[in-house]
């Protein structure tokens, strides 16, 4: 194989390639500015990893995947951690009606592969606009395959995982790291790990209007810094930003740490 | 008047009449009650011969690496009937004594299945009724077919035998076939393996004349009678005056050479298909991996394919049974999200189903049934009134029987709403079979509610407490206000609680609630994100 045919190939990246394709609005403006192409990508794998479950990852997507719903996209769920409650669904303006949920609890052997075969097939499926995916660890090898197989469909895989996997190599074009490392308890920082077409440290900030309690602020573990600055070998850092959270607000903060080519980190808060 | 024929039964024509067949002196056109079958309404027959019928009957279930051998004959005088490729690599020919065989390699020898070789004849009518409305089985190894009126819908002739060839190949038979104006030159044309394609009834005695008397099956009185009197061709057969062979041979053979040359009608009797379909495939040697058993259902896909093009029908349930060595049966079931015909599809998700299979005991037969036939339907129009793209339509009903045939019927769902106050019975699951994915709400009158979370956990899970404050992963901070929620007496699922939205000491946001009444535990409900 000569260097011609191996540049051809769909699964290399060239750097200083930014995607051409439209992203796909996110709802939130500044998360738009800062994500390439305007907007989340529409094929493809991204990666959310939060520190903790159930600190917002899936109202960043939400918004978006709505939309998708709304243009008769499938949206399938694979192998949620939870029941997804459908009055909130559709509190958030989400299509009942093209929500699909893999639930593979009652199969016990096998259940890793049959979940990687399964949300391969949502991948694949030509008419689903998104796939959502709740896993731990998984192989370098099988990210691989399932960002080939999210690009072959043209669908945008959303794979939400455990913030310690940061450290792990991963072929996702973009990677956004999620924590509530701020001074306040519904306050969360979004660190975009990996992004292609823009270079690292863009950070923004997600507020929410929901009520929120206070409490003493908590600072990222040594181990979380570690986890970002190892990423890739690429250039990293954590941006940290310790202002005083309004009263009954969640902010999220996002930073771009990673990116693979293009240019300028970019800072930028968001409200719900 | 009723001719007697001792060489065959005298078939029923399309009417359930027995047909009459002058003995001699028939003159064309003068009978017209067979009209739609005489030659003389210009009918084409296809015959299909299957040369290695018997033993492929019995192997082709399976994909062959061994040599195989059908043998004839008792003890030591057995001799090889058919040998299949790989037998005849090894240089064993049918008529070579079974020692000779075993001498020149290692063969498996069969034996010759009668019953299994007539329902499969059977079945390959039943499949061929894709291609002509008019089939016949010619026992024991052939059919013909009336092809006249098909030969628009498949484009011509090419089309049509292509088309056949192309079927025959996925059932497992090598073919044989011929084309002529009656059906017994199309048998006998088929038999010597011309591939001839007669159109017009003049150009027949030129095609027939050099073919062997043998062709014709006769009884072998009457063959060694005719090669004792030095007749070994039809041609010869044809020369010899009438009444001679009449008085000499019965008036069988005379009549035979009418029909054949298209001088008397040759109805036969129109195979009609069954209710439904119900096939059955033994295996040469038992099978005990799941894999292996593909080949043989492809084999019955083929059929039922074949069948249900036939019937212009559909269907979206197949019955599978694997019979074991001891008789012991293994059931399961593919189910089509849409009915349809579609081969590929329906072997993909059989091939799914025996991927996930643990056999417990060697196959022998595999079977297949289907009652669910939807006649009348094709898979273009069998949607017509729906609002959504069919295409999509389509895309999604492939997608979602993979995906049940792999991961059981029930893991591929979607979500409902339903009205209710308690938590728990405001949402339901929806399958794909439901059939109502297009009622659904797409948004709700929010109503007097508090906040819903995203998440809802399944079994609400019981909190611990410190001085009657709840606990997750460290103390809990709660939001003042509550919700309270108390209905459902009336079905025996009463609740009563107080809903509280919680934050942990991490920032993950909590729905917990109190119950109202007994040891007013607190649970957790639901995680907002």
Redesign the interface.
Known sequence: MNLQDLMRRADVWRAGEIPSAAGLSTGFEALDGTLPGGGWPRSGLTEILS?????????LV?PALARLS?G?Q?IIWVC??????????????M???Q??????S??PNALKE?TL??YE?ALR????GAALLWIEDVADLHLRRLQLAAKAGRTWGIVFRPERFGTHPSPAPLRLGLA?ISHH????DVDLLAVTGRTPSSRFDVAST????S?GP?APSQRHLDALATNGGEKCGLARETEAAEEQRDVLQVTVLKARGGQGGTRCRIEL | MRASNPCEPLPRDFHGRRATLPATGYIPGQENVHSANASTAGALWLHLHLPQFPLEVLTRGVATQRACVLTAGEGSRRKVLLANTRAAALGIRPGMPLGAAHALGEVTVLARNERAEHQALDKLCLWALQLSPQVSPVPPDGLVLEIKGSLRLFKGMDGLLSHLRHGLRGLGYRLQHAVAPTPMAATLLARSNSRAIVLAEQDLMQHLSPLPIETLRLEARHSEALASIGVRRIGDCRRLPRDGLARRFSPVLNDMLDRLFGRAPDPRPAFSAPRCFEATLDLPWELDNAQALVVAGERLLHELVGYLRGNAALTHHLRWRLIGRDNSHTSFEVGLTRPGRDFDHMCLLLRETLMRMNLKAPVRAIELYVDDIMRGMSPSTSDLFLG?NQQ?EE??AV?AD??RS???T????????KSDHR?EH????RYPDDGK??S?????D?GP?G????????HPMTLTTRHGHPEFDGPL???P?RERIDAGWWDGHAIARDYF?A????????WIYEELDGERRWRLH????
């Open positions: 520190a903790t479950p159930g600190i917002g990852a899936l109202r939400l709304h008769g499938w949620p951690p939870h029941i997804p409650y459908s009055p909130a669904l559709i509190e958030y303006g299509d009942l009606a929500v699909l949920i893999v639930d593979l009652d199969q049959q075969w399964a097939q499926f030509p008419d689903c509530r308890p519904s306050t969360a929901t009520p929120s309690p409490a908590c | 959504r999509d895309a999604y997608f993979r995906f792999r991961c059981g029930r893991a591929l769902r979607g979500l409902g709403l938590p405001a949402w339901c699951w994915r297009r659904l709400p797409r948004a709700v929010p509610f906040a819903r979370p995203l998440w809802l956990v399944k901070q709660l939001v206000e939205i934050t942990t000491t991490k920032g993950s946001r909590l639901g995680v907002f994100e």
